[in-house]
């Protein structure tokens, strides 16, 4: 478990997706609704219709215990290369964002995600994507439905020219970094050492994310 320095919810034009974000056979899965407490129905880039549903939170920790404890996990990226937590140590500061396929405010500010992930020397500051509805395959899963999802991940990604590194859900992941993600967009600093730094839920613009990403980085 990890403990959040900070949560920030912005209130602005930007929505936050409610995650229904059950975990269940590698998947997280669920839907956004535009309104002021986040919830409710919409439609997916696609045109079919979804519903919002809630997600219980997962247990917290204290801070004594967070400041001890960095996220940890390995994974794989949507390419099926190997990702494991050091991945971390490469920048001053990771920029994680959860997002899902079918969330609308999370692909309208994935094209600016896309150009700050470009603007940073790579040793201060490094953006990955999680893609909250498209698990890992593993035993015992549909291959071919998971190759579906991916395949769809794949090409909004092209589409929103969001071209940084995306990490597929699998346990671990999801065990180390999600549990208590129930919107998507959901945002998470990260710094060298695996520690969070900054937890932000909903979508912002780029002005915004420039903002808050040079203070961690001054701060660090």
């Excluded at 899965?29 to 002021?36: D, Q, T």
């Excluded at 247990?59 to 990226?77: H, I, M, N, T």
């Amino acid at each position: 478990m990890i403990y959040r320095k900070k949560k920030t919810i912005p209130k602005n034009k930007y929505a936050a997706c409610v995650l229904s974000a059950f975990f269940l056979a590698g998947v997280l899965s669920g839907c956004a609704g535009n309104g002021g407490d986040g919830a409710g129905g919409g439609e997916s880039p696609d045109g079919s219709s979804y519903q919002a549903q809630d997600q219980e939170p997962g247990p917290q920790v204290s801070e004594e215990e967070a400041q001890e404890d960095a996220v940890a996990f390995e994974g794989q990226d949507i390419e099926g290369n190997a990702v494991t937590s050091d991945i971390f140590g490469q920048s001053r500061l990771t920029m994680i964002n959860v997002w899902a396929t079918y969330c609308n405010p999370c692909l309208i500010e994935m094209p600016e995600l896309g150009e700050l992930a470009g603007e940073y020397e790579a040793g201060d500051f490094q953006l990955i994507g999680v893609i909250s509805d498209v698990p890992e395959a593993t035993k015992g899963m549909d291959a071919e439905k998971v190759e579906r999802a991916v395949e769809e991940a794949k090409s909004l990604i092209e589409m929103t020219g969001a071209d940084y590194p995306h990490l597929l859900v699998n346990v671990s992941l999801y065990n180390a970094l999600l549990t208590d993600v129930t919107a998507v967009p959901t945002t998470f600093f990260i710094d060298g050492e695996g520690k969070v730094l900054d937890t932000v839920v909903g979508a912002r613009d780029k002005d915004s994310w420039r903002k808050l990403i040079d203070g961690l980085l001054e701060d660090l």
